[in-house]
């Protein structure tokens, strides 16, 4: 199968590239040199050239504080709503698969109950979840053969994230203040990319959640686990989300847990729990 992979210069994009070589498919990556998702002549150019039979669209702008700035804004939008409606129309055009990848800030992050994959109560809470929003509706509005695949607390080893951060910070002070009330599941990005390959093998079209397995946690849940399995002595003290202050700029989901049932019952193998990737993702990265 030939399959053109977005956004390939990021952490899961990269990790989506290798698993799919790894299966000895026909892996196309692109990123925005090679491919400007917001110019659609370009979109059609290269994906009708390419002639993929799937493609995996992970190319987003994922700032989410800076999605929030004023002049950034319609730049957003063109990455997240434009962009992928494009590779939409386009992917109709070629009667290809597609596959977007999501996040659960298309919900309004409130309550307790995890989110059902094909629950349609839209809130974003932010500029970055109402783009990538306006994305999911684009592709489901274009196509028939899509798959929508919500993530949460992604870390891969290509890119920065939480676990790279808290390390840094470990490294330089004894404690570390971090947020208690906003609960998820983290996504390891390899883990992830085996899931991803394993959908786009298949027809079973439609929405998903897929973070790792483990149960839900608080990102104070995480750094402590970060901090004990790397060997730090860092102390980590828990705040609320308002005690933390304004240092975010964009409002956060306090309920990012997602119910991933779906994938069990379309036969899909779930991923290893949180702990266990985050063991063998700190073998992989020098910290």
Same mark, same amino acid.
């Given at each position: 199968?030939?399959?053109?992979?977005?956004?390939?210069?990021?952490?899961?994009?990269?990790?989506?590239?290798?698993?799919? $070589?790894?299966?000895?498919? *026909?892996?196309?990556?692109?990123?925005?040199?090679?491919?400007?998702? =917001? #110019?659609?002549?370009?979109?059609?150019?290269?994906?009708?050239?390419?002639?993929?039979?799937?493609?995996?669209?992970?190319? /987003?702008?994922?700032?989410?504080?800076?999605?929030?700035?004023?002049?950034?804004? #319609?730049?957003?939008?063109?990455? *997240?709503?434009?962009?992928?409606? !494009?590779?939409?129309?386009?992917?109709?055009?070629?009667?290809?698969?597609?596959?977007?990848?999501?996040?659960?800030?298309?919900?309004?992050?409130?309550?307790?109950?995890?989110?059902?994959?094909?629950?349609?109560?839209?809130?974003?809470?932010?500029?970055? %979840?109402?783009t990538k929003l306006e994305?999911?509706?684009?592709?489901?509005? =274009?196509?028939?053969?899509?798959f929508i695949v919500r993530?949460?607390?992604?870390? %891969?080893?290509?890119?920065?994230?939480?676990?790279?951060?808290?390390?840094?910070?470990?490294?330089?002070?004894? $404690?570390? +203040?971090?947020?208690?009330?906003?609960?998820?599941?983290? $996504?390891?990005?390899?883990?992830? /990319?085996?899931?991803?390959?394993?959908?786009?093998?298949?027809?079973?079209?439609?929405?998903?959640?897929? +973070?790792?397995?483990?149960? !839900?946690?608080?990102?104070?849940?995480?750094?402590?686990?970060?901090?004990?399995?790397?060997? !730090? *002595?860092?102390?980590?003290?828990?705040?609320? $989300?308002?005690?933390?202050?304004?240092?975010?700029? /964009?409002?956060?989901?306090?309920?990012?847990?997602?119910?991933?049932?779906?994938?069990?019952? *379309?036969?899909? =193998?779930?991923?290893? =729990?949180?702990?266990?990737?985050?063991?063998?993702?700190?073998?992989?990265?020098?910290?």
């Open positions: 199968m030939k399959v053109l992979v977005t956004g390939v210069n990021g952490q899961l994009g990269h990790d989506v590239m290798n698993e799919l $070589t790894k299966r000895e498919h *026909n892996a196309v990556g692109v990123d925005i040199d090679e491919m400007d998702i =917001t #110019d659609k002549k370009c979109v059609d150019d290269v994906i009708g050239k390419t002639n993929p039979d799937a493609v995996i669209h992970c190319a /987003a702008w994922t700032a989410v504080d800076l999605a929030e700035e004023a002049e950034n804004i #319609d730049t957003v939008r063109a990455v *997240n709503a434009y962009g992928t409606k !494009y590779i939409a129309q386009s992917c109709k055009a070629l009667d290809c698969k597609m596959m977007y990848i999501s996040t659960d800030y298309v919900f309004d992050g409130q309550g307790t109950d995890p989110w059902k994959a094909d629950c349609k109560d839209y809130a974003p809470l932010n500029v970055y %979840g109402q994305g999911e509706l684009a592709v489901a509005g =274009t196509l028939d053969k899509y993530i949460a607390w992604v870390f %891969g080893v290509n890119g920065k994230n939480f676990i790279k951060t808290m390390l840094n910070v470990g490294k330089t002070h004894d $404690t570390v +203040t971090v947020v208690d009330d906003q609960i998820g599941t983290p $996504t390891y990005t390899y883990d992830l /990319a085996r899931l991803l390959v394993d959908m786009i093998e298949t027809e079973k079209y439609g929405y998903y959640h897929a +973070t790792n397995e483990g149960g !839900y946690i608080s990102w104070y849940d995480f750094a402590c686990e970060i901090f004990k399995q790397a060997g !730090y *002595n860092t102390k980590v003290k828990p705040v609320t $989300t308002a005690e933390y202050g304004g240092i975010s700029k /964009a409002k956060r989901p306090f309920n990012s847990r997602l119910d991933k049932s779906k994938l069990l019952q *379309n036969g899909f =193998t779930p991923l290893p =729990t949180w702990q266990d990737a985050l063991a063998r993702y700190l073998k992989e990265i020098e910290y």
